[in-house]
């Protein structure tokens, strides 16, 4: 079976970041330490779903979600860095997993995308 690299990567980042959560989570209440794992599961759900995508079209909306939930999720890590309820090593290897994920979601929208143009241009032929 073919290796699926975004979908193993954004598996561990929801882990890695379920784990954050569990030793940041002192007070109740607190909405940040939720909002980063509900933004930060949802780019693991999110590829999941697009796997099985009904269509291309479907697959692209899935994957412009995991896009849109991983760069909030960059953001409410920056938050937890910059008043400092993660240190600097951490937070450097959790957000670099973020802009990894990202990048490889970039990646696909535009071979989706460019696949989409190319068989919508033979159909017009």
Same mark, same amino acid.
């Given at each position: @079976?073919?290796?699926?690299? =975004? #979908?193993?990567?954004? @598996? +561990?980042?929801?882990?890695?970041?379920?784990?954050?959560?569990?030793?940041? +989570?002192?007070?109740?209440? +607190?909405?940040?330490?939720?909002?980063?794992?509900?933004? $930060?599961?949802?780019?693991? #759900?999110?590829? &999941?779903?697009?796997?099985? $995508?009904?269509?291309? !079209?479907?697959?692209?909306?899935?994957?412009?979600?995991?896009?849109?939930?991983?760069?909030?999720?960059? %953001?409410?890590?920056? @938050?937890?860095?910059?008043?400092?309820?993660?240190?600097?090593?951490?937070?450097? %290897?959790? !957000?670099?997993?973020? $802009?990894?994920?990202?990048?490889?979601?970039? #990646?696909? =929208?535009?071979? $989706?995308? !460019?696949? &989409?143009?190319?068989?919508?241009?033979? +159909?017009?032929?």
């Amino acid at each position: @079976m073919k290796r699926d690299k =975004l #979908a193993e990567l954004s @598996m +561990q980042f929801s882990v890695d970041i379920l784990n954050l959560i569990e030793e940041l +989570q002192t007070r109740p209440g +607190q909405t940040i330490p939720l909002q980063v794992e509900r933004s $930060a599961t949802s780019i693991c #759900a999110n590829i &999941a779903e697009g796997k099985y $995508a009904q269509s291309r !079209a479907d697959f692209i909306s899935k994957f412009h979600i995991a896009l849109k939930e991983a760069n909030e999720t960059g %953001k409410w890590l920056e @938050m937890l860095y910059l008043t400092k309820k993660i240190d600097g090593p951490r937070y450097k %290897k959790i !957000a670099g997993e973020c $802009a990894t994920i990202r990048i490889l979601l970039i #990646a696909s =929208l535009k071979t $989706a995308k !460019a696949n &989409a143009e190319k068989n919508a241009s033979k +159909q017009n032929l």
